[in-house]
């Protein structure tokens, strides 16, 4: 018996940890039929000639309607998931801090999967998020968050 073939693929997104003058931080819920719900940071894939930079801002528009510089990138992380749409991906996750005056998030630049799975959003204080019942990623984001929140020497 042959095993199933599963794809593959190298996929490495820009992420954004757009946080509101409270330090409280965007995260979008996904509420996908084949697994249970999960919250995320704004962000995606990077598109064929787009550099990580150019990809966070693109992803920053798409996502939440701001036009911005996405700030700089403050952590890097190798991860692996299987995706939405079934695919195993192995990445290199680049994080960029985006600090934001307002507080109204655009999501008419949705694609249609993330207008079918991305119904919600919410700004958590590290509290809050920590208190959560559902599960975010990246898992590790609390200790990219309070590395970002630290002072800086």
């Known amino acids: 018996m042959t095993a199933p073939s599963v794809r593959r693929a190298k996929r490495p997104p820009a992420r954004l940890l757009v946080t ?8 979008f819920r996904f509420t996908p039929d084949d697994r249970p719900p999960f919250w995320v940071t704004p962000g995606g ?30 952590a890097v992380r190798h991860v692996t998931f299987v995706t939405l749409q079934g695919i195993e991906v192995d990445a290199e996750e680049r994080f960029y801090a985006v600090p934001v005056e307002a507080l109204e998030i655009d999501t008419a630049g949705h694609t249609e999967l993330e207008q079918r799975v991305m119904l919600t959003h919410r700004w958590f204080t590290p509290a809050e998020l920590d208190a959560l019942d559902e599960a975010w990623f990246p898992i590790d984001l609390l200790d990219i968050w309070r590395d970002l929140l630290a002072p800086q020497p």
């Open 45 to 74: 894939a990077v598109d064929r000639g787009e550099s990580f930079e150019q990809a966070a801002r693109r992803e920053l528009l798409e996502e939440t309607g701001l036009d911005r510089d996405p700030g700089p990138c403050v």
């Open 20 to 27: 509101d003058p409270q330090g409280r931080m965007l995260l």
